[in-house]
Nanobody
């Protein structure tokens, strides 16, 4: 059974940084694309970033481009999201997501989320 466990969230001030981690288990991590979404209070869940199974291709929402970086360490079965220059509007629960199919983006498995709160 695929499990995703996020960590690394917290309370920071505007302009500071955080690194989120998503530890995966239950299958061969290196065969699967990974992504991050977030959901702010009263808003719909939105795409943040994704990375291909190989790590060669990444995509970002316009709102985080240039500030956030997605990466992966296949040896550790972990995906990361580096959050720099944080803004109060980045406050949300951040979720890790992956596909049930190898080598293909998808939104089939979700983690429990980690809270990021940015104060002004």
């Amino acid at each position: 059974q695929v499990q995703l466990v996020e960590s690394g969230g917290g309370l920071v001030q505007a302009g500071e940084s955080l690194r989120l981690s998503c530890a995966a288990s239950g299958r061969t991590f290196s065969n699967y694309a990974m992504g991050w979404f977030r959901q702010a209070p009263g808003k719909e869940r939105e795409f943040v970033a994704s990375i291909s199974w190989s790590g060669r291709n990444t995509n970002y929402a316009d709102s985080v481009k240039g500030r956030f970086t997605i990466s992966r360490d296949n040896a550790k079965s972990t995906a990361y999201l580096q959050l720099n220059s944080l803004k109060p509007e980045d406050t949300a629960v951040y979720y890790c997501v992956t596909s049930k199919l190898p080598y293909t983006p998808g939104l089939d498995y979700w983690g429990q989320g980690t809270q990021v709160t940015v104060s002004s």
